[in-house]
């Protein structure tokens, strides 16, 4: 209801490569090598079999199997996916999509998309899916300064342009769930906004339902 301090599970905003990739992207950005400029093309690209998120259990029986549990590619993973690049792109717009069951892993919900839109002004394409047999997690992005990619499976950053190549690592750590958690406290006791309200997810659903089409 109204004052309650809500917040919006969103891990990635927290996360050290998404924030390494997000200062890349600044303008003013500080480093000689590695920052990306003016973005001219991004992709995004995602995926892992079903089988691989629950070892030892009926993937089929998870919630994100289910259409009755609310399961299925575009809530489970594309709304992470287009808010983390809203965070990324202050001019980022959804322009398209499509997903369907690829009818494979015998689950009654979609398995499979695939985005279009533009991320201040670059073309944007991005596909996540069920069905991957190598977990693939990555955000590359074309630039006037050169290409930078962020692998969220090998936690790195590699950079090029041509002729100089930049590339850095950090731990697998899940530092980014205990931060989420703790800026979300912070503002329950303080009685302020969270950084990430329930508007923000509300309006990444809408943008889902209005141009992913199911075929």
């Known amino acids: 209801g109204e004052g309650v301090v809500n917040m919006v599970a969103q891990s990635y905003r927290f996360h050290k490569g998404v924030n390494l990739l997000k200062e890349m992207l600044s303008p003013e950005c500080p480093y000689k090598v590695g920052g990306i400029g003016k973005p001219l093309l991004v992709e995004y690209t995602s995926g892992q079999h079903l089988s691989q998120w629950y070892p030892g259990r009926d993937y089929r029986e998870m919630y994100v199997a289910r259409n009755d549990m609310g399961g299925g590619v575009i809530l489970t993973s594309l709304t992470h996916l287009i808010d983390t690049m809203r965070y990324l792109f202050s001019g980022f717009s959804l322009e398209g999509g499509f997903a369907r069951n690829s009818g494979t892993l015998g689950i009654d919900v979609e398995d499979a998309a695939t985005l279009m839109g533009t991320a ?69 006791q303080r009685n302020v906004p969270s950084p990430v309200p329930f508007l923000e997810g509300k309006i990444n659903l809408q943008e889902l339902e209005r141009h992913v089409k199911i075929l």
């Open 120 to 188: 201040n002004g670059a073309p944007f394409v991005a596909t996540s899916d069920f069905l991957q047999p190598r977990h693939i997690h990555r955000i590359k992005v074309t630039g006037s300064n050169g290409v930078g990619m962020l692998d969220l499976v090998r936690n790195s950053y590699e950079w090029t342009d041509g002729t100089r190549s930049y590339d850095t690592y950090f731990p697998a750590t899940e530092d980014h769930y205990r931060k989420e958690l703790e800026v979300f406290l912070d503002a329950v």
